[in-house]
């Protein structure tokens, strides 16, 4: 009976020749379940801090300035037209906007203030408009942009999937609010051709928008909403489509018109005859044509520059911070000797 009862505590069964149970989940040990493997545990020293601070400035100090530079090297003409393109006598500017009777051409004059090498690039901007919209994203087939046989796959495309019980090719919202806007640029009676080629970006247009994919039933509801697409033309080859369905993340964007290989010297005088057609009004947006050069850091963007020396800066005044406190009032170091790391391992 004893005996019976100290096999059945020691966990054997029966075969008084069997290894007794371990009692306990700890792992044999190892320097990798004990995370005693080799490490670099640096101690920060005040000269270690000191040092490495001034390091970052001499780094970031620089490429800031060289950033800011690009920036300013940079030629932006900005033109707000959607105010000054609506006639004078009109006091409901959405009903101006919907009205197709009334013409909506419009001439506006800029005048070049710096020399811009070409490329030339030309941007239309858009204010207030938010395409980061949850349902106004959303509203879009990606499998239909690409795949003929899924022309009639309208799911997630409302309000603008069908049209008298027909597929919209392309549908969704996006689509259908394509911007309209036209320009055309004239310098000394010469007009300046805008290229409108390469414009999106090469894997929109080889993997998302399919070449054998054609317009259909588009535009062709109650409300109009933006631009018209050509329906002899695949999607592929309509850039202008392209660079709209690419969503922006910010109410504020710009989005690539074309480019002007040309160069425009200071003082030119351009003139833009343009079509006012796409409607702001009924949000409170604003829009803008953009003529800019770019340089090695991109377009103009003073950020980049200014984050870098904020900081390089903030790290030269905290070098020098630490510097005097070092020296005003120095603190002993205590013995390294009695850090974990230092110590001999236990409970091998």
């Excluded at 505590?9 to 007794?20: E, F, L, R, V, Y």
């Excluded at 549908?171 to 009676?189: E, K, Q, V």
């Excluded at 290229?195 to 259909?216: A, M, Q």
Aim: charged content about 20%; overall charge positive; some cysteine.
């Amino acid at each position: 009976m004893d005996s019976h009862a100290a096999g059945s505590s020691s966990g054997g069964s029966g075969d008084g020749g069997a290894a007794p149970r371990r009692n306990t989940r700890k792992p044999k040990y190892s320097k990798f379940t004990q995370q005693e493997l080799p490490a670099c545990k640096p101690i920060l020293t005040p000269k270690w801090v000191i040092s490495v601070f001034v390091l970052v400035g001499v780094i970031f100090v620089p490429i800031g300035v060289a950033s800011l530079r690009a920036s300013q090297q940079v030629v932006e003409i900005v033109d707000r037209y959607d105010d000054a393109c609506v006639p004078a006598n009109v006091t409901d500017k959405l009903a101006y906007i919907r009205n197709k009777a009334i013409p909506k051409t419009c001439t506006r004059n800029l005048t070049i203030t710096k020399d811009m090498k070409q490329p030339i690039f030309v941007y239309y901007q858009l204010d207030n408009f938010y395409q980061n919209h949850r349902r106004y994203v959303k509203s879009r087939n990606d499998a239909q942009l690409r795949d003929r046989s899924k022309a009639s796959d309208t799911s997630n495309c409302d309000p603008e999937a069908t049209v008298d019980g027909k597929p919209i090719v392309p549908c969704g919202l996006i689509a259908w609010s394509l911007f309209n806007d036209t320009y055309n640029l004239i310098r000394n009676n010469e007009n300046l051709t805008v290229d409108k080629k390469d414009i999106s970006w090469k894997s929109d247009r080889e993997h998302k928008f399919g070449s054998d994919v054609f317009p259909s039933n588009f535009q062709k509801g109650p409300l109009q909403g933006g631009k018209i697409l050509n329906p002899n033309l695949s999607l592929s080859k309509q850039e202008d489509l392209i660079v709209w369905m690419r969503t922006a993340a910010l109410p504020t964007f710009r989005k690539l018109y074309g480019r002007i290989y040309v160069d425009l010297k200071v003082n030119d005088t351009i003139t833009v005859h343009l079509e006012n057609n796409y409607n702001t009004y009924s949000f409170g947006g604003k829009k803008k044509l953009v003529l800019s050069t770019t340089t090695w850091l991109g377009g103009k963007n003073d950020f980049l520059g200014l984050a870098y020396l904020t900081v390089g800066g903030l790290c030269f005044f905290l070098a020098f911070a630490f510097t005097l406190l070092y020296l005003i009032k120095p603190r002993k170091l205590g013995d390294n000797n009695y850090l974990s790391w230092n110590r001999p391992p236990v409970g091998r």
